[in-house]
């Protein structure tokens, strides 16, 4: 039996039938993609400390 063929809106971006790409920095490897996930989510932690909260209308108290 054969997979049914996967239409191309559902398909992954990029290939993924070869190895992955690795960096090395003496004991730490890490892959490309996982590198480039961490980078993303420094980025978004940075931007939420950067952007100002949105301020609600003022209370008439």
């Known amino acids: 039996m054969s997979a049914p ?3 191309p809106g559902l398909a992954a971006p990029v ?3 070869h190895t ?3 960096l090395h920095w003496g004991v730490v490897q890490i892959s490309v993609a996982n590198l ?3 980078g993303i989510m420094v980025l978004v ?3 939420a400390l950067v952007l ?3 301020r609600g209308r003022g ?3």
């Open 36 to 38: 480039a996930v961490v």
């Open 5 to 7: 063929p996967i239409s």
């Open 59 to 61: 209370r008439d108290e």
């Open 52 to 54: 100002p909260f949105p």
């Open 45 to 47: 932690f940075l931007l």
């Open 20 to 22: 992955g790409h690795y």
């Open 15 to 17: 290939n993924l039938n």
